[in-house]
């Protein structure tokens, strides 16, 4: 008794649909890492547009540059806007941290699905041959 074609056609669709999810969420994940790459270039930015507000006097002129125009604004509203931005980039990377978290352990399953799959095949493979060596005898 060997392996009928549907068998493995079966084994081999259900291989295959694992395959593209695992691809699928690489490339969700792929996209992911990208955007908090980014987010954590801005959080660094941030932070050191920050750090100079604070060690800046409190009469300080600041700045900001709108377009081509410098723009003069009051230091403590740029504080203020500097940390506010600071706290939507930190819930975004947390947000961009927990959905990369939900992309590994969907991988993960997938991976044991797949595998799942291909000892089943072995298996069933291996029953076949076993029941094709006792028919010979």
Excluded at 23 to 50: H, I, P, W, Y
Excluded at 119 to 132: D, G, R, T, V, W
Aim: aromatic residues 2%; without cysteine; negative net charge.
């Amino acid at each position: 008794m060997v392996l009928s074609q549907k068998q493995i056609e079966e084994f081999q669709r259900k291989l295959n649909v694992e395959v593209k999810e695992i691809k699928d969420l690489q490339t969700q994940g792929s996209k992911l890492l990208q955007q908090r790459t980014q987010m954590a270039a801005q959080q660094n930015e941030n932070d050191l547009v920050k750090q100079e507000l604070d060690l800046m006097e409190e009469d300080a002129s600041v700045y900001k540059l709108i377009g081509p125009v410098l723009v003069q604004q009051d230091k403590e509203d740029a504080t203020s806007i500097v940390e506010k931005r600071l706290e939507y980039i930190n819930g975004e990377m947390k947000r961009l941290d927990k959905q990369l978290k939900d992309i590994e352990e969907k991988q993960e399953v997938h991976k044991k699905k797949a595998m799942e799959i291909q000892q089943a095949a072995q298996a069933a493979a291996q029953k076949a041959a076993h029941a094709a060596a006792q028919q010979k005898d």
